[in-house]
């Protein structure tokens, strides 16, 4: 297995809902990332998981939790989120932490806040 | 500070036709990790190619070359015989070392159209 699932694959939620993205892979990754990608930019790092602690917040508001429960899943949960967090939501995973290997991506979670 | 510059926003060509995206980068580092992301219109990045700071040499695979030169900082990507196939959003990117963790630093991205 070779892939990063990330399900659901679109999301529409309300300003007030706690909803939650969940990411998984059995690669034997030991470190997976939440990336959030708007229209027409790049990507950017939201966090970073290695040996299931959090090793970085890049300053993400807090109504964004992540949770890594073991090594093969990742979750994004999400409160009281505003309308300019839709985006897309990336997950990856790479063999450690510092390899420089690249990522492996999954094919993210389309959030729309309404 | 880690910066990526793809120039080139839109690039559309004619099928057949072989087409060069431009990546241009600065870091402070002296060693580091060159990619190159392709994303279709269904959102995944599929990993292209990785490229390390002491391996200067061109590398070829099919119908993707990519040509990296130190000198200029460059990593450029030449798709040869371009097919419709190939249309999507090109990212190239430079790691970032912080806290110990690799991070990937994005160009803009380049939107490459293949038209039949």
């Known amino acids: ?114 | 500070a880690q910066k990526v510059t793809q120039a080139q926003t839109e690039i559309s060509v004619v099928e057949k036709e072989d087409v060069t995206l431009d990546c241009v980068y600065e870091t402070r580092d002296t060693t580091y990790y060159l990619f190159w992301y392709k994303q279709p219109p269904s959102g995944e990045l599929v990993f292209l190619i990785r490229r390390n700071s002491f391996d200067e040499q061109n590398e070829i695979s099919g119908r993707y070359s990519w040509n990296f030169q130190k000198s200029t900082s460059s990593f450029n990507f030449t798709i040869t015989a371009s097919q419709v196939v190939d249309s999507a959003v090109y990212f190239c990117a430079l790691s970032d070392r912080i806290q110990g963790a690799q991070k990937l630093v994005f160009g803009q991205g380049t939107r490459l159209t293949i038209n039949p």
């Open chain 1, 1 to 114: 297995d070779t892939e990063v699932t990330q399900t659901p694959k679109h999301l529409v939620m309300g300003m007030t809902n706690k909803k939650s993205l969940k990411c998984e892979q059995h690669m034997g990754h030991r470190a997976m990332y939440w990336y959030k990608q708007k229209a027409k930019k790049p990507p950017e790092l939201m966090f970073v998981y290695s040996y299931e602690k959090l090793s970085i917040n890049e300053s993400v508001p807090s109504r964004f939790s992540p949770e890594c429960p073991n090594s093969s899943l990742l979750n994004l949960h999400l409160h009281a989120l505003q309308p300019e967090d839709s985006a897309l939501y990336l997950c990856a995973s790479s063999q450690e932490l510092g390899t420089n290997y690249g990522y492996t991506f999954g094919s993210g979670t389309r959030l729309t806040v309404v």
